[in-house]
C-alpha cells in the first residue's frame, strides 16, 4: 500500500471531520445554515476553477452539461445543505454517523440504478444500517445517557446526506467518470449554489465569520476532494473507503472534547453497526476485486 496514498486519504478525512466544527462556530455568529452551504459551495469553487484553468481543463461537451447540473443540484444543494442542517439540529457527532450511512444506500442505489447484484453481504449490511439507525433514533427514548438531543428533522436531514453522499458515487460510476475532479465542481458548486441563493438569508458577518467561511470553502470542499482524490491515484478504492472512516471517529472526538457531545449506550451501539457494515462493504468489494484479479495489490 503507498503510504502517501495514506497520508492523502487520511488528510482528506480529517479535513470533512472538521465541517462540523466549522459550522458549530458559524451557527454561533448567527450565520444560517443555508448561508454557510451557500457560501462553502462558493470559495471551494474558486479554488476548484483556479485549479481547473491552470490545467487547462475547464471544457467539457455541451451534452453532459444536464447532467453536471444534475449533480451540482443533488450532491451540492441537497448535500451540503441536508449535511449543515443534520450538524445544527442533532450535533456534529450523530450528523457524522448517519452520514456514513452512505454504502447502504449505494448498495441499494447500485441495485436500482446500475443493475448490480444486490449479494448476501450487500444486504445484511443494508440491515445493519437499518439497524443501527434505528437504535440511534430510538435509544433516548428507551435507555437516555445522551447528550446529543434527538431531532427528527435533523435525523431525516442526515440520512438525505447520507443518501446525496452515495449519489456521488452513481453519478461519477454512470456518468463522470470522463472528467476530473477540478472539471466537475468547475460547473457543479455554481450551479448548486444559484440553487441555494434564493432561500439565503444573508447576516451581517465579522472578520471572524468571513475567516471560518472561507476556511470551510476552501479546506472542506476544495482540500478534501483534491487530497481524497490525489489518494485513489495511489491506492485502490476500498482501501481509500476503510481508511476514510476516520471521518467520523475524528467528528465524535472533536465533539467530545469541543463542544461535549456524546452518545447514550444504545447511540454507540448504532454507530458500531453502522460503521461495521460500512467496513463489510468494502471489505467485499475488496475480496470480490482480487479474486478477479489476484494481482491487483501487487
Avoid at 448567527?30 to 483556479?50: H, K, P, Q, T, V
Amino acid at each position: 500500500m503507498d503510504i502517501r496514498g495514506c497520508f492523502y486519504i487520511l488528510a482528506a478525512a480529517s479535513m470533512w471531520g472538521l465541517i462540523g466544527v466549522f459550522t458549530k462556530f458559524l451557527l454561533a455568529e448567527d450565520i444560517s445554515a443555508m448561508e454557510i452551504a451557500f457560501w462553502r459551495a462558493n470559495f471551494g469553487w474558486l479554488c476548484f476553477l483556479a485549479h481547473a484553468k491552470y490545467r487547462r481543463i475547464v471544457r467539457v461537451s455541451y451534452r453532459d452539461l444536464p447532467v453536471l447540473l444534475s449533480f451540482g443540484f443533488v450532491c451540492v444543494t441537497m448535500f451540503y445543505v441536508s449535511y449543515q442542517l443534520a450538524i445544527r439540529d442533532v450535533g456534529m457527532a450523530l450528523a457524522a454517523v448517519l452520514l456514513y450511512t452512505a454504502p447502504a444506500w449505494v448498495a441499494f442505489l447500485s441495485r436500482v440504478i446500475l443493475k448490480e447484484p444486490l449479494g448476501a453481504i450487500k444486504l445484511t449490511c443494508v440491515v445493519m444500517t437499518i439497524a443501527g439507525v434505528a437504535c440511534i433514533s430510538l435509544g433516548p427514548k428507551l435507555l437516555g445517557g445522551s447528550t446529543i438531543p434527538l431531532d427528527l428533522f435533523g435525523l431525516a436531514a442526515g440520512l438525505t446526506a447520507g443518501l446525496t453522499y452515495a449519489l456521488y458515487y452513481i453519478f461519477g460510476k454512470k456518468w463522470l467518470h470522463r472528467y476530473s475532479t477540478p472539471t466537475i465542481f468547475t460547473y457543479a458548486l455554481p450551479f448548486g449554489s444559484l440553487i441555494l441563493l434564493p432561500f439565503v438569508d444573508f447576516a451581517p458577518k465579522s472578520s471572524t465569520a468571513w475567516l471560518l467561511l472561507v476556511g470551510i470553502g476552501m479546506i472542506c470542499s476544495y482540500g478534501a476532494f483534491s487530497a481524497y482524490y490525489a489518494g485513489l491515484r495511489r491506492m485502490e478504492a476500498t482501501n481509500a473507503a476503510v481508511i476514510a472512516t476516520f471521518e467520523p471517529v475524528l467528528a465524535a472526538v472533536l465533539a467530545f472534547v469541543l463542544f461535549g457531545e456524546q452518545f447514550g449506550i444504545f447511540g454507540y451501539a448504532g454507530s458500531a453497526l453502522i460503521m461495521a457494515a460500512l467496513l463489510m462493504v468494502v471489505i467485499d468489494q475488496k475480496t470480490r476485486r482480487n479474486k478477479e484479479c489476484p494481482n491487483s495489490d501487487r
